[in-house]
Antibody, heavy 118, light 109 residues
Framework: QITLKESGPTLVKPTQTLTLTCTFSGFSLSASGVGVGWIRQPPGKALEWLAL???????RYSPSLKSRLTITKDTSKNQVVLTMTNMDPVDTATYYC??????????WGQGTLVTVSS | QAVVTQEPSLTVSPGGTVTLTCGSSTGAVTSGHYPSWFQQKPGQAPRTLIY???NKHSWTPARFSGSLLGGKAALTLSGAQPEDEAEYYC?????????FGGGTKLTVL
């Protein structure tokens, strides 16, 4: 059974850096073709794709946010970490991580709501 | 960055058929864009219904199908049920990144 869970601060101040961790089980990020991605959703708005890291450390970023995002993995801990710099109130959203395998975003975490406010 | 467009809202009668579409600002959506479809109900995480144009997961109800239609990706619901009322998002791959559409709110009424 594949499970993913996001963790991190629920409240960050403007200009701070957000660090989110996705801890997963039921699959290995060492397996060929597997990736873990991050997606966010502002309250009442659409999903927005952010970043993805593959088993071979290939990394992909949303062009519009690339300068602010860093995605890394710790295969031994079954974790993927997303950092986003210079947080702004417009970055308030529920942040999801999801497993990508065989062409599909197969499993999703429950999401974690991050509020940006002073 | 490419823009992916979906109908903002659609309504279907119970038992009826409806097609949601997903277009790209860069031109026709093809199988090479590996379009996926997600269903999201209020307060829940999205779940994947369709991937790589037309592939289903084990949990995807048979009444949902994916295809390419007139230069767009399409999600067809045949025999709508009340529980299909939800927001539906498409996701398109542009090789270096993925882009979600703005979502379609589907009402079953």
């Amino acid at each position: 059974q594949i499970t993913l869970k996001e963790s991190g601060p629920t409240l960050v101040k403007p200009t701070q850096t957000l660090t989110l961790t996705c801890t997963f089980s039921g699959f290995s990020l060492s397996a060929s073709g597997v990736g873990v991605g991050w997606i966010r959703q502002p309250p009442g708005k659409a999903l927005e794709w952010l970043a993805l890291i593959y088993w071979d450390d290939d990394k992909r970023y949303s062009p519009s946010l690339k300068s602010r995002l860093t995605i890394t993995k710790d295969t031994s801990k079954n974790q993927v970490v997303l950092t986003m710099t210079n947080m702004d109130p417009v970055d308030t959203a529920t942040y999801y991580c999801a497993q990508k395998t065989s062409g599909s975003y197969y499993g999703w975490g429950q999401g974690t709501l991050v509020t940006v406010s002073s | 960055q490419a823009v992916v467009t979906q109908e903002p809202s659609l309504t279907v009668s119970p038992g009826g058929t409806v097609t949601l579409t997903c277009g790209s600002s860069t031109g026709a959506v093809t199988s090479g864009h590996y379009p996926s479809w997600f269903q999201q109900k209020p307060g829940q995480a999205p779940r994947t219904l369709i991937y790589a144009t037309s592939n289903k997961h084990s949990w995807t109800p048979a009444r949902f199908s994916g295809s390419l239609l007139g230069g767009k990706a399409a999600l067809t619901l045949s025999g709508a049920q009340p529980e299909d009322e939800a927001e539906y998002y498409c996701l398109v791959s542009y090789s270096v990144a993925w882009v979600f559409g703005g979502g379609t709110k589907l009402t079953v009424l």
